[in-house]
């Protein structure tokens, strides 16, 4: 009677380690990742849910894997709504400068633009040094030079090229590259954005406000669905705990028997010159002090 | 009180609402129930009624009762439609996601306009302006995408979520009643 080798019981679900957990939670379907979700993230978030709420049953690991994937749809949409206020901002930013960028500021990207057009218009003339003549053409017609200007014009436009576009285009591309190296905050990028701002009278606020009207309806769509996850995930939150209560009694009485079963009594190894019956007698009236009971509770 | 001549006229009307009568408008209406198979029953799917048995059994365990079973089975039901609706809400976001060439239709809309502006105002072999010509070759593009696609795909995923509460609600008062069954067998084998 003394080997109560309760460690041959069956184990109940509510002892299986969180790795086993997050492989047993798989059997409720994939996990509801879409492109370029990480999986590992997803696979952590399982692991901390099932240590916080500790499912005991099916039925609590049914609910354990609906709040995980609930919870990760809430950070999908926040991300999403975050992205869609960033991407308003940025594209509200953009337009502003392709207004009101000097063009001091892309003056140098016009004429090496410029320069790699003209390159590949004079390769087709016999002439040596093609790229050190274009780049002193793009660079004169740069800076205004009026001869240059004439001649570029007539190269641009016997190849069916309008010098005006070409300036558009670099515009475009400057302000994009602005507006990266603002979200990037590069100070460079910070210092020209605000004084382009200041001179206008207006702050980046104002953009936020001006772009805001425009997305509003999907950020609205995005919050809406925050709203149900978080209001489904709350639900299944409550009926974890309201089981706990129904069945309290049950799931203690379950505990109970789980944290017996991590407990292994081990017989007294006799003493020298003792009878081994005789330990046996003495651990059943437990008046032997050599008896060792080594238990581990468990770490759930 | 509604007069004779107004029921009658009443039932006249009634008689001439009696849906589409094109062979085209009858054909789209008979397709209404089978767009996304979510108003079909799980238990009438073999492949779902195996998953329903397999985790019916996994919930009541393997000695359970006939009626503790049956009760199993009410909650693997609800779970097994829940998973259904889910997966497929999932689909069309993933399918449209991974779809390289996704362009929304209000976005086909407005290039159209662009382009038809552009060639009247500069006529139709001036080149179209940097801004214009790089709109026309844009892609959505990451978060931008997703915002589209759940801007597009709205009354398809509002509807998803119909089923979607309807699962969760028989879910939640199935579980609920398969806990009272447990909880009144448990006191009776304690009273045992």
């Known amino acids: 009677m003394a080997s109560k080798r309760s460690r041959s019981k069956p184990k109940t679900k509510s002892m299986t380690s969180a790795p086993a957990r997050v492989q047993r939670l798989a059997f409720f379907g994939p996990p509801p990742l879409l492109e370029g979700e990480d999986a590992a993230l997803y696979d952590d978030l399982v692991g901390r849910m099932c240590a916080a709420v500790k499912p005991v049953d099916i039925i609590d690991e049914l609910y354990v894997a609906g709040v995980v994937s609930l919870e990760w749809e809430i950070m999908r949409w926040r991300r999403l709504k975050f992205s869609v206020l960033q991407a308003s901002v940025h594209d509200a930013l953009e337009g502003f400068l392709n207004k009101r960028l000097d063009y001091q500021a892309y003056a140098e990207d016009f004429a090496e633009a410029l320069a790699e057009i003209l390159v590949e218009i004079l390769q087709e003339s016999p002439q040596k040094d093609l790229a050190e003549e274009a780049k002193e053409l793009a660079h004169q017609y740069a800076r205004s030079q009026p001869d240059a200007v004439k001649r570029v014009r007539l190269r641009l436009r016997a190849a069916g090229l309008d010098a005006d576009q070409i300036l558009d285009r670099v515009k475009a591309q400057r302000a994009e590259g602005l507006v990266q190296e603002y979200a990037r905050r590069e100070p460079e990028a910070i210092r020209l954005v605000d004084e382009l701002l200041a001179s206008s009278g207006r702050t980046i606020h104002d953009l936020v406000l001006e772009a805001l009207p425009r997305d509003l309806d999907e950020i609205e769509r995005i919050d809406r669905l925050i709203s149900i996850a978080e209001t489904r995930r709350n639900i299944s939150l409550r009926e974890i705990d309201r089981r706990r209560t129904v069945l309290g009694e049950a799931l203690r009485r379950n505990l109970q028997e789980v944290e017996e079963g991590e407990f292994e009594v081990i017989e007294p190894t006799p003493a020298e010159g003792q009878n081994p019956v005789q330990a046996r007698r003495e651990l059943r009236t437990g008046r032997s002090e050599r008896t060792e009971i080594r238990g581990r509770r468990s770490s759930h | ?192």
Do not use: W
């Open chain 2, 1 to 192: 009180m509604a007069s004779t001549r107004k029921i009658k006229a009443n039932r006249a009307n009634a008689r001439a609402s009696t849906g589409p009568k094109t062979a085209q408008g009858r054909a789209r209406t008979a397709r209404n129930a089978l767009r996304h198979g979510l108003s079909v029953s799980v238990s009438s799917d073999p492949v779902f009624s195996e998953e329903v048995d397999a985790l019916a059994r996994e919930i009541a365990g393997p000695d359970a009762k006939a009626e503790v079973l049956e009760l199993a089975r009410r909650v693997a039901e609800a779970e097994i439609d829940l998973r259904r609706v889910r997966y497929a809400r999932h689909q069309l976001l993933n399918s449209a996601l991974s779809d390289p060439y996704y362009e929304s239709e209000a976005r086909v809309r407005e290039k159209d306009a662009l382009v038809y502006r552009c060639m009247r105002v500069d006529g139709p072999f001036t080149p179209m302006p940097y801004h214009v010509v790089e709109f026309l070759d844009s892609k959505p593009e990451g978060p931008v995408k997703l915002a589209m696609i759940l801007s597009d795909k709205a009354r398809q995923l509002l509807a998803m979520d119909r089923y979607e509460r309807r699962a969760l609600s028989r879910r939640k008062f199935s579980i609920r009643a398969y806990d009272l069954s447990c909880k009144e067998l448990n006191d009776l084998s304690k009273v045992d």
